[in-house]
């Protein structure tokens, strides 16, 4: 696929994901949900001064994929963004893995370069998050579509733990349509075990 064609098909997942968990989140905009774009569900949840880009040629001299690469220029990544990720400019750390931020718990966050994995470092273990940066916004996007749905209802649904347990099923199932091969072991199930056992600190 072209890189038109990834962003519209993951436009098209994301309005679908959104329309799985419907609530009050649906009436936040005077589109269509199925007319949303990349840049709206951005304008949505993150601040555009708090967006991290990166130049086109410079990502790809560094080991990003040209389609990674394309989504860094065009659309960027949020500085923060829930469940506590703090991004930030990404460089080599080491060769063939390029870090980009921490978790909650001051785990790396790392791509490979060699198969576009995105994952959690923790110790030996490569907890995965998604394939590619595109699918990286996928899983930041649907996450903050749940808290964003909780909160719609709650104001204090994430600060005090009461993500409701139908959302986060949602969010469970709209992540594994996308990514199932890769979720046992991953940090999303490590996530959705947090969420499950004690509520959400997104």
Not at 11 to 23: A, I, N, V
Not at 62 to 86: R, T
Request: with cysteine; hydrophobic share 40%.
């Amino acid at each position: 696929m072209t890189h038109t064609e990834v962003i519209l098909t993951l436009q098209r997942r994301l309005c679908d994901g959104l329309k799985s968990m419907g609530g009050q989140l649906l009436q936040t905009t005077d589109k269509d949900v199925c007319d949303l774009t990349l840049n709206d569900f951005y304008q949505m949840f993150w601040d555009d001064d708090n967006i991290i880009v990166m130049d086109c040629k410079a990502s790809v001299g560094m080991g990003f994929s040209d389609l990674d690469s394309y989504v860094l220029s065009e659309f960027g990544i949020p500085a923060w963004a829930a469940p506590n990720f703090e991004f930030s400019q990404p460089k080599l750390v080491r060769y063939g893995f390029i870090g980009f931020g921490e978790d909650r718990y001051d785990r790396q966050v790392l791509y490979s370069a060699n198969d576009r994995l995105v994952f959690v470092e923790n110790g030996s273990d490569r907890l995965a998050i998604s394939v590619g940066i595109d699918g990286l916004v996928f899983f930041l996007v649907a996450y903050a579509m749940m808290v964003e749905c909780a909160i719609s209802s709650d104001r204090c649904a994430a600060i005090n733990n009461r993500i409701p347990m139908d959302l986060i099923f949602a969010f469970e199932s709209i992540y594994k349509n996308e990514y199932g091969y890769l979720y046992d072991g991953s940090f999303v199930e490590e996530e959705v075990g947090r969420l499950r056992y004690s509520g959400s600190e997104a």
